[in-house]
């Protein structure tokens, strides 16, 4: 089964949304064995909204409509759609007197635009949405099958879950994909491919093999599409046992694994614990650790120490190294991750000082200069980066990344 | 001047990355007065690059392609743009020798595949990428201009910066947009469109009102095309100045502002500090907090007090309060706040203790029950909150956000 996404709304036109909806969907969708085919994302325009449709009915025998859907001027997605199924909005008694009851819930004041939400295409059928107030609506036409839900979110995600896949599901057009996703670090692509060429000339015609890099891995996804999911699934994995052996040092997790979460399972397995202490990475890291569930098994807390004061209070780094070799220093850094693991009397520590920028770099010590220190059960292993760049945002995210690759080798012996 | 983005590669359409680059080029081309008529996104597929090639060039005055350029064998984009435009790959040599100095500085060595990126359509125009080693390509047919960059980010930001807005520039084919975001808190957005519905029925012909609600903040677009920026601006500035009478306590930034930037500028201004302790959020409030440049004149810094023992030993929360009452409590999250304050010597600080989930949720205190403290100068004001459901990250994000907006009330004297 083929599917289309459209989303309606400028704000992702003018870049004011990263459309977030459409990668979920893909991936709830390409769970259940439907391919999504195309990703269009239109003007609240009229004419733009009809010749997408009419494009995706082309290709597609699916289309889902995100967008365009709440109690606001700004939509006309209803009234395009009543244009292109030829039908007429009509009240819908049960959807008003949900909505009369979820407001009577919350207690607040509903008015004449929440009540128009029941206004709704007398041709379709209609998806409740018991988390919100815009329900989806379901059409067919000639073989497509065309879907409009609102863009929120939760309410999307809602209506995708427990609405739209179940219904899918019954038709018995899904098609079956195996994805597997190998996280491999430490090797740059070209690299990779070199070394992995013959591997991949020998992959079965049904399974592919595409390269995702970004600044700290590279991902190899392996994708295998037919009819039986066991079966698919024993040939990538047959493929994945080929891999580890040609490359085992640069793997370090699957599919929606990540540093974090791989730390997490090595610390859980060893019965060992974490502290941390940030200065320019600013809380950052300790939100990577805590972004796994069940990380209290392993995790303590960490300090930002991001005044000069409170690496002295707090953490007892001396006065004289930070006036002597500044905050941005190996002996700062080393005498923050020293306090905190005693501190918090862990196995492991992790300590940043460095300058994130925009401003604050001098020719010495331009912005983007990190110092990471690691210390594990009787060693304190220290690191100086030079980030090229002067983007905040940037420098953060690169410097708590590595950091977290430099914990993952102590931990595993590879320091 | 009417462009389409058009991003090539499995992993959009497969969710496993979300399209960040498209709201990138779309935010910059909407500055420079681009107006982006669609995104659209398609598979590594022979055919299906040149349909959306095609489709494009009906509509925009500009297709901008990326995507589909590493050194890896997924990538026959260069192959489907020959066809296209009727020409072949030849090798460039400036761009053969930028790599080769390239692979010299990085002291690393260099393969045919590396080579390769220097096979290049014959009849384009070559834009230089000095920051990797996939060249931009830029092709003219009938009255269309095609561009094709890496999918890279840095890649991607740099060509789309440095190369391809000051040839556009000089086309002088550009037209005027002046896009300003209100954002607004504290009132759903049915109620905002009634409140706004006189002020916005009386909007100027090409001044436009979108309304992009987040679980946050709803925020008002207001949006104007014409020709001279300066007469757009002051369009939009007088609307804005009627607005700020029509609902002067719900508005509290503007564009790109944010709680965190809001609340520093506040900071600034009072000279006035801030400390946080966290145990739910997990460091996410100080990420938000040091996400802002210049957060070194307030902020001290935090302790992500993630174990009781930390509470206890670091904060000195007391044995019966966590015993009494458990970590998630009223009484729990007042001491942590009043102890971090006083630790770190401060105006301000912010606690949060709550239960994130997925699991750990009991029947008296669910997954999504967290308790927020906020120390002022003389007084402690804490509240609890029921998030629904049991998503993790989102239930961070809520809390996180709901503390920063106790805190704006609370340093606005509004609590």
Same mark, same amino acid.
């Given at each position: 089964m083929k599917a289309e996404i459209i989303t309606i709304g400028d704000e992702i036109l003018i870049g004011q949304i990263v459309d977030t909806n459409s990668a979920w969907i893909a991936k709830e969708f390409n769970l259940a064995g439907i391919e999504i085919y195309q990703i269009t994302s239109v003007h609240d325009d009229h004419y733009h909204i009809l010749e997408a449709m009419s494009n995706a009915e082309k290709n597609a025998d699916l289309v889902i409509i995100t967008g365009g859907l709440?109690?606001?001027?700004?939509?006309?997605?209803?009234?395009?759609?009543?244009?292109?199924?030829?039908?007429?909005?009509?009240?819908?008694?049960?959807?008003?007197? /949900?909505?009369?009851?979820?407001?009577?819930?919350? #207690?607040?004041?509903?008015?004449?635009?929440?009540?128009?939400?029941?206004?709704?295409?007398?041709?379709?059928? +209609?998806?409740? #949405?018991?988390?919100?107030?815009?329900?989806?609506?379901?059409?067919?036409?000639?073989?497509?099958?065309?879907? =409009?839900?609102?863009?929120?979110?939760? *309410?999307?995600?809602?209506? +995708?879950? *427990?609405?739209?896949?179940?219904?899918?599901? *019954?038709?018995?057009?899904t098609k079956?994909?195996?994805?597997?996703?190998?996280?491999?670090q430490g090797v740059p692509e070209s690299m990779l491919a070199e070394k992995l060429e013959d591997w991949e000339n020998r992959l079965p015609d049904n399974v592919k093999?595409?390269? &995702?890099?970004?600044?700290?891995?590279?991902?190899?996804?392996?994708? /295998?599409?037919? #009819?039986?999911?066991?079966?698919?699934?024993?040939?990538? %994995?047959? *493929?994945?046992?080929?891999?580890?052996l040609i490359i085992p040092k640069y793997i370090f997790g699957y599919d929606d694994d990540n540093l974090a979460?791989?730390?997490g399972?090595? &610390?859980?397995?060893? !019965? %060992?614990?974490? /502290?941390?202490?940030?200065?320019c990475t600013g809380g950052y890291i300790s939100h990577l650790i805590t972004s796994v569930p069940g990380c209290?098994?392993?995790?303590?807390? =960490?300090?930002?120490?991001?005044? !000069?004061?409170?690496?002295?209070?707090?953490?007892?780094v001396k006065k004289e190294s930070l006036n002597n070799f500044g905050a941005v220093s190996k002996e700062v850094a080393e005498e923050m991750v020293v306090a905190v693991k005693n501190l918090f009397d862990t196995d492991y520590a992790v300590a940043t000082t460095g300058i994130a920028g925009p401003d604050g770099g001098t020719e010495e010590k331009p912005v983007g200069t990190v110092w990471?220190?690691?210390?594990?059960?009787?060693?304190?292993?220290?690191?100086?980066?030079?980030?090229?760049?002067?983007?905040?945002?940037? #420098?953060?995210?690169r410097s708590s990344q590595t950091s977290l690759q430099l914990l993952r080798r102590l931990i595993l012996q590879e320091l």
């Open positions: 709440g109690p606001t001027k700004d939509d006309i997605t209803k009234k395009v759609i009543c244009e292109y199924f030829n039908t007429k909005l009509i009240f819908h008694q049960p959807t008003l007197d /949900a909505i009369i009851e979820r407001f009577k819930l919350r #207690n607040v004041d509903m008015n004449q635009l929440n009540k128009d939400q029941a206004l709704l295409p007398e041709t379709c059928t +209609i998806l409740p #949405n018991k988390v919100g107030t815009a329900p989806g609506m379901w059409f067919e036409k000639n073989d497509t099958i065309f879907v =409009s839900i609102p863009g929120v979110p939760f *309410e999307m995600q809602y209506l +995708i879950s *427990e609405q739209i896949l179940p219904r899918l599901r *019954e038709t018995g057009l079956a994909i195996y994805h597997r996703t190998v996280l491999t093999l595409a390269y &995702l890099p970004n600044p700290m891995a590279v991902r190899l996804r392996l994708s /295998a599409l037919g #009819n039986d999911t066991q079966v698919l699934k024993s040939l990538v %994995e047959k *493929e994945i046992e080929k891999l580890k979460s791989v730390i399972r090595y &610390l859980v397995e060893r !019965n %060992e614990s974490l /502290a941390i202490t940030e200065s209290s098994e392993y995790y303590k807390g =960490s300090v930002t120490a991001y005044s !000069n004061e409170v690496k002295q209070n707090i953490l007892g990471i220190a690691i210390a594990g059960k009787d060693k304190v292993y220290s690191y100086k980066y030079t980030f090229v760049g002067d983007k905040r945002e940037r #420098n953060i995210i």
